[in-house]
């Protein structure tokens, strides 16, 4: 490395203890992290389309995940390298901001970068080539745009969302019954949706997941399910009409926050304080009886002597249930969480048609759902299925599902799949570049080239020849000017998508689009890498 | 500079066939490990624990010996997890759902060698398991209307469900026990009020189910030993020093004197809460916390039965059986139910004294005590009873029965078969996989008896091809036999728990292409 002098001859410290560092600097460092990015596309390349194959990763501490998601597959890999780690960062954007597609962002931006470095190889500048790499971006989010068509759907005709859904599921292990699990994804979103303001409170869906029983038997439950029992085993297990009084304070002795001693030092004392005890307990219970609760939901624990009070006076009573649990309860049921004994009013309680408990298997285990509530605007989804991984994995397709569904709720909007909408934007990058001057212009032909990896990925995974159905689409495209071709995964006999019904959010493919080509700008900028070495 | 790793040291990456390999590797290493305790004629394995005292467990339950196994494989976890849901779900055929797994991936292996996708082989195995579920559901029984015949049934099955256990000595002892068990549930499936007492000493054949209750603990000294027509109060309640529970609650004193006092107030504190529980016209005190002497002394002087420290699940089916309420405040006796029973004794198993409780009201709860040579044999006889309380309890809810000894997996596969014939394209190779791992069943389960299985299970293929026919394997005279008069029966929700989660395990191991490890976890060594 090249060390500047003082007039002494002494050399300058630039970097601290130079020689321990390895530095990588301009062409080399850019080759270095492009083929960083490049890795890491190919891993997820595989996983792209209905017919990808699934990675199984094992955790630090020895468990096993199989999934097909993108964003879970990326961020479990425990990455080391820096611009792998911006790869992971784009999926996760991409997760956080739409909820599908996260695979899609992945391939987009390692091809992108793919084409980079052949540019950079004919010696074109980087920030040329991630000029060139804007423009196209733009013009592709205009062209779709304009193929993007909008459709229309209420209450009553969920069909197009379903369909929207399925095309999501279908690249999942779930796709066995990947029509039940659309409806329940659009039923459930439609549920919460606010159609005035075109907004969905995903928080408000509780995707709980047992092991047991199959894929068919999960289920939308129009209430809440709490994994948690009855605080005492006698109590009843069904309640029909339950008013519900909803707690967060505890059926124990007061706990002021400050500090505090009450000293005992006289036998009157200490008969008072037992009284007093004694009562506390017996008001307690008897608040929560007079405001008519016939329910008590508590954030807390009880003492032995509350909970048999409470079993006493008929008042079923749930403990220990979670804060986020507890907040969709009171928003299901109507009612209000109460802090303190003396706050609860008969206004203040939860109204639900039916409280029951359903235990499960072989085992203690029971869950209570709370249905038929007052305002049924908090919905649960009930996965259940052969084996853990089976779960998690349904949980995070559901999970997609449920995010393609509030988009489409917000933006109407929608493309074809199966690659047709990639296929449509590269002819029209490819014709703008001609009209482009200036050395972008082979940025521009480059992009369009990195566009045709998406279908070329499907097509590869599905098992046909990815050069060959690539050209015989794109030209089909050209000549009948008719941007829904894509590539035929499923083997369905036509390569029209609007016939196979296979959609995608507009803004989901634009975000793919926005955020692959931000992250290469991004990763094209960096000239040199100094890292630390191994110590 | 070309890139050298993107991940971390030591985490490692599989792709392509190399991953499918070492899954497929994985998982048939698991299914063989488990295979040779199928089947009546299975045999068993010794566990020796790394932890301290190196335990020894013999046992034949498949979710027992793959609970117990490290495992490194990512795609044998699949496997005992599958298992592990088994036996929470159904609590029988652990075994066959990991063989049924292991054999249709074996089978997928030999079609991915002859380069068929495995989307292909999994979209054919799909459309076979759901055609093998359709052809098991046209062939069920269901008795549930007849209360004789259902009774037979369920002791059909606790029979096949032990006859490959330990007990199988005395399978009809403990099927009977078992049917006897289950239907006082009443069709809940909270195996919980069912208590097994493992007491070593006698024969298996000592065995026997109590309709009362049999509670694990002494009586306290000085009080009765016989009780009849007992009024029983169950509590959950501090019977030593009843603390004051207010926070910052503490004693200060300036003399010695006054600490007296305070003694003294706590006592009369005790007193008038044992008088209280005295006042509810008991003549038993069953309480889940410990009675300290003080107490214990004036329940004594009061003529009244004290036990103290019933755990959790002691009480819970205590009320269940006497239909008493669990007590922890005693201001309201009017209110609070008492439980009854007609007599309260102690008796002597082997040479522990224990309490009974007998003509209980509700009766819901029941012991099951459990006599053997060893603890090891006390062990496994508790696994496989529970095995078969399991299944019926599950057979009680959905009383469809299938008969056994490979009969199912015949006529399974004899659909599939079909099915394999009327596909076009190359999803039919997968189904007929399909038919050849169901096969397998039937197979090993001969083999591990000792008979010529290609023999056996050609016979009953030609046997199947007739309508209506229940032919299975009769391992006990090495022949193909009936099964409706050997009187084999298995329940149909553990059939199709084999069949689905089989299918679903095998399903998410083909469709993986790569297998990422990360760096396992440091762990601080604590020596």
């Known amino acids: ?106 391939v987009m931006a390692g091809s992108l970068l793919e084409q980079a470095e052949k540019l950079l190889e004919r010696g074109i500048h980087p920030i040329r080539v991630a000029e060139g790499y804007e423009v196209a971006s733009r013009i592709a989010v205009e062209h779709l745009e304009r193929i993007s068509q909008k459709f229309e759907f209420g209450p009553e005709n969920i069909e197009p969302l379903v369909q929207t859904c399925m095309t999501t599921l279908s690249s999942k292990i779930v796709n066995r019954c990947k029509r039940d699990l659309a409806e329940i994804a659009v039923k459930a979103v439609l549920a919460v949706a606010d159609l005035e303001r075109r907004d969905v409170h995903l928080d408000l869906i509780k995707v709980e997941g047992k092991v047991g029983g199959k894929l068919e038997d999960t289920e939308l439950v129009y209430g809440i399910v709490v994994d948690k029992d009855m605080s005492h085993p006698q109590m009843p297990k069904r309640i ?92 299901a049921t109507g009612g209000r969480i109460v802090p303190r004994f003396q706050e609860l009013t008969p206004e203040k309680l939860g109204k639900a048609g039916l409280v029951r408990e359903k235990s499960f298997g072989t085992t203690k285990d029971r869950m209570l759902y709370i249905e038929q509530c007052a305002n049924s605007r908090a919905v649960t989804i009930f996965i259940r299925g052969g084996n853990k991984m089976m779960i998690e994995e349904t949980k995070r397709s559901i999970h997609d599902a449920l995010c393609v569904a509030r988009n489409l709720i917000r933006n109407n909007s929608i493309v074809y799949g199966g690659g047709s909408a990639e296929i449509s934007c590269s002819i029209a990058v490819e014709a703008a570049a001609d009209r482009h001057p200036g050395v972008e212009q082979y940025a521009i032909r480059g992009f369009a080239d990195a566009l045709d990896a998406i279908p070329m990925a499907l097509a590869e995974n599905s098992g046909l020849q990815p050069i060959e159905t690539l050209s015989a689409v794109k030209s089909q495209q050209i000549k009948e000017n008719n941007p829904f071709c894509g590539i035929d995964c499923n083997d369905a006999g036509t390569n029209d998508m609007r016939e196979q019904d296979v959609f995608e959010t507009l803004i989901g493919k634009q975000q793919q689009i926005l955020l692959a080509t931000q992250v290469v700008k991004m990763i094209l900028k960096i000239d040199d890498v100094i890292c630390p070495s191994d110590f | ?139 069920v029984v269901d008795n549930k209307e007849d209360a004789e015949t259902f009774r037979s049934d369920l002791t059909k099955i606790a ?67 016989r009780i009849e027509n007992a009024n029983i109060l169950v509590a959950n309640t501090a019977m030593d020093t009843d603390k004051v529970k207010i926070y910052g609650a503490r004693v200060r004193v300036d003399s010695m004197s006054k600490v007296a006092e305070i003694e003294g107030a706590e006592k009369e504190k005790m007193r008038e809460k044992v008088q209280k529980i005295i006042s509810h016209g008991i003549n038993c005190f069953v309480n889940r916390q410990l009675i300290y002497n003080f107490p214990e002394e004036l329940f004594a002087d009061a003529g009244i039965l004290a036990i103290e420290h019933a755990d959790f699940d002691g009480i819970e089916r205590l009320a269940l059986v006497t239909g008493g309420e669990i007590a922890s405040t005693f201001d309201n006796p009017e209110t609070v139910k008492l439980g009854h029973c ?38 496994e006889a508790e696994r496989s009873l529970h095995d078969a309380l399991c299944v019926l309890s599950q057979t009680v809810n959905d009383s469809r029965v299938l008969f056994g000894g490979g009969w199912p997996e015949m006529i399974m596969a004899k659909e599939v078969d079909e099915l394999a014939r009327k596909t076009p394209g190359k999803k039919s190779h997968a189904i007929e996989a399909f038919s050849r791992a169901l096969l397998a069943i039937p197979t090993i389960i001969a083999d591990n008896a000792g008979l010529d299985s290609a023999e056996l299970v050609a016979q009953l293929r030609a046997e199947h091809h007739k309508e209506g026919c229940n032919a299975g394997i009769d391992v006990i005279s090495g022949s193909v036999g009936d099964m409706a008069e050997l009187g084999i029966s298995e ?37």
């Open chain 2, 1 to 139: 500079m070309a890139i050298e790793r993107i991940f971390k040291d030591e985490a490692s990456e599989e792709k392509g066939e190399r991953a499918r390999m070492a899954s497929f590797v994985g998982a048939m290493a698991i299914a063989d490990l488990v295979k040779t305790t199928l089947g009546p004629k299975g045999m068993d394995k010794i566990l020796q624990s790394t932890g301290r005292g190196r335990e020894v467990t013999v046992t034949n339950d498949g979710a027992t010996i793959l609970k117990s196994l490290h495992i490194d494989n990512a795609a044998a976890k699949v496997l005992v997890d599958i298992s592990k849901v088994q036996d929470d779900e159904v609590g029988d055929g652990t075994t066959s759902v990991v063989v049924l797994a292991g054999e249709l991936l074996r089978e997928a292996e030999k079609l991915v060698a002859a380069k068929i996708h495995p989307m292909t082989i999994i979209s054919g195995y799909r459309m076979a398991a759901e055609c093998a579920r359709h052809a098991l559901l046209q062939k």
């Open chain 2, 342 to 379: 007609k007599l309260i004794e102690e008796i002597m198993i082997g040479e522990d004294k224990l309490i009974r409780f007998s003509g209980v009201q509700m009766g819901e709860a029941c012991t099951i005590v459990l006599r053997g040579a060893s603890h090891h044999v006390l062990d």
């Open chain 2, 159 to 225: 029979m096949t469900t032990l006859s490959s256990k330990i007990l199988c000595q005395d399978k009809d002892h403990f099927a009977k026990l078992a049917v006897d068990a289950v239907m006082r549930l009443k069709g809940s499936t909270n195996l919980e009020s069912i208590q097994i007492i493992k007491k070593p000493g006698g024969s298996l054949k000592d065995s026997f189910l109590d309709d009362g209750f049999i509670l694990d603990k002494k009586i306290g000294i000085g009080q009765p030993k």
């Open chain 1, 240 to 331: 029909e009409d339950a008013k519900i009084a909803i707690l967060t304070c505890p059926f124990e002795p007061p706990k002021p926050k400050t500090k505090h001693k009450v000293d005992i030092d006289t036998v009157e004392k200490f008969q008072t304080i037992r009284l007093q005890e004694q009562k506390y307990f017996d008001d307690m219970v008897q608040k929560c009886k007079d405001a008519g609760a016939t329910l008590v939901i508590c954030q807390w624990g009880f003492d032995d002597e509350a909970n048999h009070l409470l079993m006493n006076r008929n008042l079923p009573a749930v403990r220990w249930v979670g804060g986020v649990e507890l907040e969709l309860i009171a928003i």
């Open chain 2, 491 to 527: 329940a149909f929700k553990v059939k199709q728990a084999v069949l689905l989660s089989a299918t679903e395990a095998a399903e998410m191991i083909l469709r993986v292409d790569e297998i990422i490890t990360c760096a396992p976890r440091q762990r601080e060594n604590r020596m």
């Open chain 1, 1 to 106: 490395m090249a060390l500047a002098f003082d007039e002494f001859g002494r050399p300058f410290l630039i970097l601290k203890e130079q020689e321990q560092k390895s530095r990588l600097r301009g062409i080399d460092a850019q080759k270095a992290n492009i083929s960083a990015g490049k890795a890491v596309s190919r891993i997820l390349r595989t996983s792209l389309g209905p017919k990808g194959m699934d990675k199984m990763l094992q955790s630090p501490d020895g468990d096993v995940t199989v999934t097909n998601d993108g964003a879970t597959i990326l961020e479990q890999m425990d990455v080391d390298n820096q611009i792998a780690k911006l790869m992971v960062e784009l999926s996760r954007s991409q997760d956080y901001e739409i909820g599908d597609g996260t695979t899609g962002v992945v």
